[in-house]
C-alpha cells in the first residue's frame, strides 16, 4: 500500500497550491479519504473529507470557502486546491484513506510540507 502527497512547498500568503496523493495497493474507490495537518507543537487536525464516490465532502472551519477536496478514482487519487492561502495553513499536510465496513482500515501518507511566508 502507498499513498504518495506531492504539491507541498513554500507559498506566499494569499497564494495558492494544488496537493496530489496517488495511492496504490488498495481498492481506492471503496475508500473514504481525508486530508490532515500537523503545525509544529500542535496536534493533527483534520482538513477536509470526501467520500469514496465523491458525492459528499467536509471541511474544517478554518479552511470552510478556500480549500476544495476532490476525487479522481480512475488514478486512485486525490487532490485538495488550496487558495488564499494564510500563514496558519502552515504545517505538513498527510492524505488518509480509510474503510470501517466489518473493521476499521486504514492507511496513512507520508506528509508533505506547505510553508506560507512572505
Known amino acids: 500500500v502507498q499513498l504518495v502527497e506531492s504539491g507541498g512547498g513554500l507559498v506566499q500568503p494569499g497564494g495558492s497550491l494544488r496537493l496530489s496523493c496517488a495511492t496504490s495497493?488498495?481498492?481506492?474507490?471503496?475508500?473514504?479519504m481525508r486530508w490532515y495537518r500537523q503545525a509544529p507543537g500542535k496536534e493533527r487536525e483534520l482538513v477536509a473529507g470526501?467520500?469514496?464516490?465523491?458525492?459528499?465532502?467536509n471541511y474544517a472551519d478554518s479552511v470552510k470557502g478556500r480549500f476544495t477536496i476532490s476525487r479522481d478514482n480512475a488514478k486512485k487519487t486525490v487532490y485538495l486546491q488550496m487558495n488564499s492561502l494564510k500563514s496558519e495553513d502552515t504545517a505538513v499536510y498527510y492524505c488518509?484513506?480509510?474503510?470501517?465496513?466489518?473493521?476499521?482500515?486504514?492507511?496513512w501518507g507520508q506528509g508533505t510540507q506547505v510553508t506560507v511566508s512572505s
Open positions: 495497493g488498495f481498492p481506492f474507490s471503496g475508500y473514504s
Open positions: 470526501i467520500s469514496s464516490a465523491g458525492s459528499s465532502t
Open positions: 488518509y484513506g480509510f474503510r470501517s465496513v466489518i473493521r476499521l482500515v486504514e492507511f
